[in-house]
């Protein structure tokens, strides 16, 4: 039987940082995520180094009424922590809901829309280093995107 969308929960996940605003910002992400609607619940976790833990984040899901919980991975590409932590700590937290069913879910990458961020980027860079476009949101204020 396949799970409807109101009873899915899904567990955003980053790798994590010591820096609070690196955190923020995948919070940040996740609430305009969530915004978009369909699932009971869509929550951040950070796979080390912050909280939400992925293990606090899928007990969140479990209370919020979720039956089944995606792990969705907030990484470019497979690695060590989609192949091997993410399923162990996915099993972990799982553990301690029978009869709450999971998946990892597959990383962003390789995908076509990568491609097309990474030239809107770059072209953005570029056009605010000539002075033509103001600094994006992500560097705002850093003073980074310009030609040394």
């Known amino acids: 039987m396949s799970p409807t969308e109101e009873q899915i929960g899904i567990v955003i996940v980053d790798h994590g940082s010591r820096?609070?605003?690196?955190?923020?910002?995948?919070?940040?992400?996740?609430?305009?995520?969530?915004q978009r609607g369909g699932f009971r619940?869509?929550?951040?976790?950070?796979?080390?180094?912050?909280e939400p833990s992925i293990a606090m984040a899928f007990d969140a899901c479990v209370a919020g009424g979720c039956t089944t919980v995606v792990i969705a991975?907030?990484?470019?590409?497979p690695g060590s922590h989609w192949d091997r932590d993410l399923p162990d700590l996915a099993a972990e937290a799982s553990g301690?809901?029978?009869?709450?069913?999971?998946?990892v879910a597959a990383p962003?990458?390789?995908?076509?829309?990568?491609?097309?961020i990474v030239e809107?980027?770059?072209?953005?860079?570029?056009?605010?280093?000539?002075?033509?476009?103001?600094?994006?949101?992500?560097?705002?204020?850093?003073?980074?995107?310009?030609?040394?």
């Not at 619940?41 to 912050?50: D, G, I, Y």
């Not at 991975?73 to 590409?77: D, E, N, R, V």
């Not at 962003?108 to 097309?116: E, Q, S, T, V």
């Open 96 to 103: 301690r809901h029978p009869g709450v069913r999971y998946l």
């Open 41 to 50: 619940m869509v929550v951040p976790a950070h796979m080390e180094l912050a």
């Open 120 to 148: 809107q980027r770059v072209e953005h860079c570029l056009a605010h280093s000539a002075g033509n476009a103001p600094e994006c949101d992500v560097c705002v204020g850093t003073g980074r995107c310009r030609l040394r």
């Open 19 to 34: 820096r609070h605003e690196a955190n923020r910002r995948h919070e940040l992400f996740v609430e305009e995520w969530r």
């Open 73 to 77: 991975p907030y990484f470019l590409w």
């Open 108 to 116: 962003l990458g390789p995908h076509p829309l990568l491609a097309d």
